[in-house]
């Protein structure tokens, strides 16, 4: 299996603080059957992506890890109108290797109006663009036609191996089943960030899938489809997505008082559901700036 989303290079992130941990990471990825990770350090205003000490640290950890397990190397891009003006400068940069595809991440509370112009400029140059964990952002939860808009206009589909099975809590779960169900995932991965509290975890995704929609759909979803990404080859065909060309509405829905019972969950205790920092203030006014011109 290849683990399209991993925290693993220490130090430059809220993954790996050292690089015992990274080591040990890569050790319990390589038991689970792992045979490749994909680094993907954060890319955001919290985390800054320092490119030299990333490349230091993940040629540290590749000789390391010789014979044990692969790397490669990306990041994981947010949507910040610096980080996609630094992209479309330098065409894949930041993507798996530098062979295109590339992993975005967007804010957590709120989808900027300007993403479909966003995903088209970064098309543009070049990229093959992965949404990450979808089904744990809550502006997606609240609005999970969102996923059906991204996949229209091109864009693949990660979802944490964890939320198939609950890990992530019961509303991810259920939104990740259905895009199960619909042929609306193109990737499983760890989005592993520590040993315990975010583990390296895909072999219990991998069997889950195999029962729930057969061994084929699981070796896609863990083995051929990151190959292809990895690789940077074209798109192989996938199973037809059911639903999305017709518009047809997913059935996850919150109800009213599901959402706003969800809307206050999130913000006691929004690392319980993300786990990833949101956009630090000064992210906000450069939105609004940009909006204003």
């Not at 609950?166 to 040993?195: K, S, Y």
């Given at each position: ?120 400029r970064l098309q543009s140059a070049g990229y ?166």
């Open positions: 299996m290849i683990d399209l989303h991993h925290h693993l290079i220490y130090g430059v992130d809220d993954g790996a603080p050292d690089l015992d941990t990274s080591l040990e990471m890569a050790r319990m990825a390589a038991a689970e059957g792992i045979t490749r990770i994909v680094c993907t350090p954060h890319a955001n205003d919290v985390y800054p992506f320092n490119a030299p000490l990333i490349e230091e640290r993940f040629a540290e950890l590749r000789a390391q890890l010789a014979g044990t397990i692969e790397l490669s190397l990306a990041c994981d891009f947010h949507m910040t109108a610096e980080n996609i003006a630094e992209a479309c400068a330098n065409p894949l940069r930041y993507s798996i290797d530098g062979k295109g595809y590339l992993l975005i991440e967007f804010p957590s509370f709120v989808i900027p109006a300007s993403t479909p112009e966003a995903i088209f093959t663009l992965v949404v990450t964990h979808p089904e744990r952002y809550p502006a997606v939860l609240r609005q999970p036609a969102l996923i059906g808009e991204w996949m229209r206009a091109g864009c693949l589909i990660q979802v944490t191996a964890g939320s198939l099975y609950g890990r992530f809590g019961t509303v991810q779960q259920m939104l990740a089943n259905e895009l199960l169900e619909r042929n609306w995932i193109h990737f499983l991965a760890t989005d592993a960030h520590h040993p315990v509290r975010r583990p390296p975890h895909l072999l219990t995704a991998y069997n889950y899938v195999a029962r729930r929609a057969g061994e084929e759909t699981a070796r896609r979803l863990c083995i051929a489809n990151p190959r292809t990404a990895v690789e940077g080859a074209p798109w192989p065909e996938q199973p037809e997505p059911k639903g999305l060309w017709e518009n047809e509405p997913l059935r996850f829905s919150l109800t009213p008082e599901k959402k706003s019972l969800f809307g206050r969950r999130v913000k006691a205790a929004s690392p319980a559901v993300n786990d990833e920092q949101t956009p630090a203030p000064g992210f906000w006014r450069r939105l609004l700036q940009r909006r204003q011109r």
